[in-house]
């Protein structure tokens, strides 16, 4: 069974900075892509940014130039530093991985980790 650990989340104030990692228990070559997505207290989920297997990275307009997602592949990890935070970007950030072992593919989710941009 796939796990993801996240870790980063935490409280900064406006124009700070955090980095986001999520941890996968399973080689790399078997995920097809990795990334968040977000849920402010009371709304819906909203997508952050993605990265696939060949490092093509999607990002909501809301994140862009601000937000860079990456991956580590020695790790089965990925990262999503986050600059210039704005109280917006409050939420519960869940990563996500897509994984595929033969024909099969299912989409994992992690626990969820609180970022709270406030002064």
């Known amino acids: 069974q796939v796990k993801l650990v996240e870790s980063g989340g935490g409280l900064v104030e406006p124009g700070g900075s955090l980095r986001l990692a999520c941890s996968a228990s399973?080689?790399?070559?078997?995920?097809?892509?990795m990334g968040w997505w977000r849920q402010p207290a009371g709304e819906l989920r909203e997508f952050v940014a993605s990265i696939d297997r060949d490092g093509e990275v999607k990002s909501a307009g809301s994140v862009r130039g601000r937000f860079t997602i990456s991956r580590d592949d020695a790790k089965s990890t990925g990262y999503l530093q986050m600059t210039n935070l704005k109280s917006e970007d409050t939420a519960v950030y869940l990563c996500?991985?897509?994984?595929?072992?033969?024909?099969?593919?299912?989409?994992?989710w992690g626990q969820g980790t609180q970022v709270t941009v406030s002064a």
């Open positions: 996500y991985v897509q994984v595929k072992f033969g024909t099969t593919s299912s989409v994992i």
């Open positions: 399973v080689n790399i070559d078997a995920i097809s892509y």
